[in-house]
């Protein structure tokens, strides 16, 4: 038997068979150990380093300086901070010479293949340790090129969020590169110094974080947005009141146009032409938001504000906490003089907004967000709370605030815990995780148009399989039950459209995945079961599509002809259509998927519809195999049908949860076997993978697929808390706790 703790140690010594606080366990762990922290704000320079659709930054440095002589030398340089080690693959496309160093240390020099054959990528895995690591790259202008593409293997799972060295720069998101130089100045001798003064080695770093003297000597909005007569910005700060109680606060100031004042939604200056102004109204202590709107005149866009307090300054503020910016404003426009904005339209950062009342172009360029008064600096929001963030991310680190699919399990988990538990406290939670992400959805989809690729949601809109949609997509349908938020409702139907009308199909219309060029490519997944029907149930009741519900029900069809294995009853992990073949190899938590999902189906899949009588017919088949599969201790294996392979918790809680909701829905024919596998399996998960602290051991890492089953057994460990487990514990414990109230009731209620 498979061990993980003692079992002194465990959530079932501790608390015997109280499962409904075992799940309050579960649930408030989980919560404590990813506390809600949102996006974190950077000062972006647009006129810097980009990425490309596939993430890779774009160091094509011969596009920066076309002038540049062959034989010329820049160098580009990011720093990445990691919470804790990280092991990770990047990727270089090298378009000339270079030479790449990790932490000082040369990781790697280009050879004339990489450098002249056309889109030749080399992989190099590089340990991150914990805290600042530094990349820097030296890179030779030859005919042939100058510079590289640089970026995490499979980026938008994978992120690397890289920031700008130099004190002058700190806390600035993005690299920075030096104009060329005719000699390497590196040539034996130490790199820069990412945290003394970028001025120390006499090179210019790009971009320009300082505005010239002369843009210095124009007024703000004139520097930003030009001289546009009639359009009109807006800036918004804060007030930050120090002294106790309620005083009067003097407001004074010039504009050269019309001006429109507001303090925390009150209006209290309105202008109508060029001007000075002074009023004074209440303020307490604390930050108070000021919004302004000026309007540019014929000849100058310019305002001046300050605000006095018994004769003193009051300070100034940014709206939220920007790192590498000190200044106090958030900058909009221009703004056609016919877009009408409320104040709350305003003071808040999760929307774009429209510079036209029509649209007057195309890919977005009619849309703005909040800048910062720097050359072409932008308010930026990044996912960082997985700081290099790797695939499944674990440890610690927050997975708040992140779209992925074993996220999406995690927030079901803690929907149903909250609701079994009549705990509104862990439902809002789970919401205020899925709102994070869908509040963001449109700029998410402006910030990829405007630099390459987003820097947050990135699996969302960077959708090109069914891992980076169907479970989160779900669960964010499962959220709308609860708050029924419209805003989810346009996620959904992009969701929908990629599942029902682009996503990849064999002639039978079974969903594959092409994956060219890649390890997996033309191959099925018992994974994609989970991926794709849970969310296109939910869309169908939600919406009363009948096609997404149709799909669900062919998908669970055309799979078991590819992946099934009757002599056994269980299913293959994968069909590799590259050797027409199945894997044969019975993974545990595909095989889990696969009947979690079919549940999802059956709950909701009328009486009278065409498959169901098939469906029920396979679930019952499904089960009977599993059943006959399971281990003494109430657990399943990671490879199903090898007893030598060690006993994984995901598929058990997975099995767990079905059988229960077989028993319960009355879909299983010999249902007193299943209540005892049901049963079993909890009781063997509270023994033996869920300690007295709530952490949950035992959950396999996200999986590749092989024909061998050497490669799940002793290439696929376990990891603690992995995403993929802590979810689906909360919710076979969810169900085992209602088969328990459902075998308490009387039979003539069991059975109505």
């Known amino acids: 038997m498979t061990t993980y703790f003692n079992e002194q140690e465990s959530i079932q010594s501790r608390l015997g068979d109280d499962d409904n606080r075992t799940l309050k366990v579960l649930a408030d762990r989980y919560i404590g150990a990813n506390p809600p922290v949102p996006f974190a704000f950077r000062a972006f320079y647009r006129s810097g380093v980009l990425q490309n659709e596939d993430g890779m930054f774009d160091l094509n440095l011969g596009r920066r300086f076309p002038e540049a002589r062959p034989g010329q030398f820049s160098y580009a340089y990011g720093l990445v901070w990691s919470d804790g080690e990280r092991n990770l693959d990047v990727l270089f496309r090298c378009l000339g ?70 004190p002058e720069r700190q806390g600035q998101a ?50 930003l947005f030009g001289l546009q007569p009639g359009k009109h910005a807006y ?19 010039h504009t050269a146009g019309p001006l429109t004042v507001w303090l925390d939604g009150k209006q209290v200056v309105e202008l109508a032409k060029e001007g000075s102004f002074q009023v004074e109204v209440p303020v307490s202590f604390g930050k108070h938001d000021l919004l302004i709107r000026s309007i540019c005149g ?72 909040w800048r910062l008064d720097a050359p072409d600096a932008w308010l930026r929001p990044y996912y960082e709370n997985a700081m290099l963030s790797n695939k499944w991310t674990v440890g610690n680190v927050t997975n708040y605030a992140r ?22 406290d862990i439902i809002g939670y789970a919401l205020d995780h899925v709102h994070s992400c869908t509040d963001m959805f449109e700029y998410s989809l402006w910030d990829r148009e405007k630099y390459g690729f987003p820097a947050i949601n990135q699996q969302l809109v960077m959708m090109k399989m069914l891992d980076n949609c169907g479970s989160f997509g779900s669960a964010m349908l499962e959220a709308y039950q609860e708050d029924k938020d419209p ?66 029900a062919k998908q669970f069809l055309l799979f078991r002809k590819y992946l099934y294995m009757p002599d056994q009853r269980i299913m293959s992990h994968v069909f590799d259509f590259k050797y027409g073949m199945a894997t044969g190899i019975p993974w545990g938590r595909g095989n889990g998927w696969i009947l979690f999902s ?66 319960r829905f009355g879909w299983l024919e010999q249902p007193d076997r299943f209540i005892h596998a049901s049963l079993k399996a909890w009781d063997g998960l509270t023994r033996l993978a869920i300690d007295a602290q709530g952490n949950v051991h035992g959950v396999c890492s996200g999986s590749r697929y092989a024909f061998t089953a050497d490669y799940y057994k002793k290439d696929l460990l376990t990891v603690t808390n992995d995403n993929h487990g802590v979810g689906i514990m909360m919710l076979a414990g969810t169900e085992v706790v209602k088969l328990k109230r459902w075998l308490a009731q009387p039979l003539e209620v069991m059975h109505k």
């Open 97 to 166: 010479p270079i030479e790449f160093y990790f932490n000082d240390e040369r990781a790697y020099r280009s050879n004339v293949i990489d450098e002249i054959k056309p889109d030749a990528s080399v992989k190099l895995n590089l340990n991150f340790v914990k805290g600042w690591n530094r990349l820097f790259i030296k890179a030779k202008h030859t005919a042939a090129g100058f510079g590289c593409l640089f970026g995490s293997d499979e980026a938008k799972v994978r992120i690397l969020n890289v920031l700008t060295p130099f």
């Open 174 to 223: 993005g690299w920075v590169f030096s104009a060329p130089v005719d000699i390497d100045l590196f040539e034996g001798s130490p790199l820069p110094d990412g945290l003394a003064s970028e001025k120390e080695h006499g090179l210019r770093w790009l971009p320009a974080c300082e505005w010239s003297e002369g843009e210095l000597a124009k007024p703000v909005c004139e520097r």
């Open 235 to 253: 800036a918004w700060t804060k007030l930050e009141k120090v002294g106790s109680g309620e005083e009067p606060c003097l407001l004074k100031g």
């Open 298 to 369: 014929n000849d100058a866009w310019d305002f001046t504000l300050h605000a006095y307090v018994r004769g003193e300054v009051v300070p100034l503020c940014a709206p939220k906490k920007v790192h590498g910016s000190t200044d106090p404003w958030f900058y909009l426009g221009p703004l056609d003089s016919s877009i009408e904005l409320t104040y709350e339209d305003l003071v808040r950062t999760d929307r774009i907004y429209a510079q036209y009342s029509d649209s007057r172009s195309q890919g977005g360029e009619d849309k703005t967000y």
């Open 403 to 424: 779209w992925d699919y074993p996220l999406g399990v995690t927030i079901y988990g803690l929907l149903q815990a909250g609701r079994l538990l009549e705990r509104s």
């Open 487 to 552: 805003g989810y409702l346009p996620i959904a139907q992009r969701i929908a459209d990629f599942m029902l009308m682009r996503l990849e199909r064999k002639e039978d219309g079974a969903f594959y995945r092409i994956c060219q060029d890649e390890y997996s490519e033309n191959t099925m997944w018992a994974d994609d079961l989970y991926m794709s029907t849970p969310f296109l149930c939910r869309y169908a009741g939600i919406t009363g599509s009948s096609e997404a519900l149709n799909e669900a």
């Open 598 to 663: 079919l549940t999802e189906v059956l709950e909701v899949l009328p009486a009278e519809h065409e498959a169901r009588p098939e469906l029920v017919h396979f679930f019952n088949e499904l089960c009977a195999g599993y059943a006959d599969l399971q281990a003494e201790s109430g657990l399943w294996h990671q490879v199903l049908n090898d007893p030598d392979a060690y006993q994984e918790a995901s598929c058990t809680a997975m099995f767990a949860y079905a059988f229960a909701r077989g028993v």
